[in-house]
């Protein structure tokens, strides 16, 4: 998927912080499990 794809370059742009990449991976479950 594009998506996929998208948040590889976000992390790779990041520097690889997974700490963040994670919190914002479980923000996005969250507003998914809300809907």
Do not use: R
Request: proline letters at 0%; charged letters at 10%; a negative charge.
């Amino acid at each position: 998927m594009d998506c996929a794809l998208y948040i590889n370059e976000m992390v790779n742009g990041i520097g690889g912080h997974f700490k963040e990449v994670s919190f914002v991976v479980a923000v996005l479950f969250n507003h998914l499990a809300l809907f």
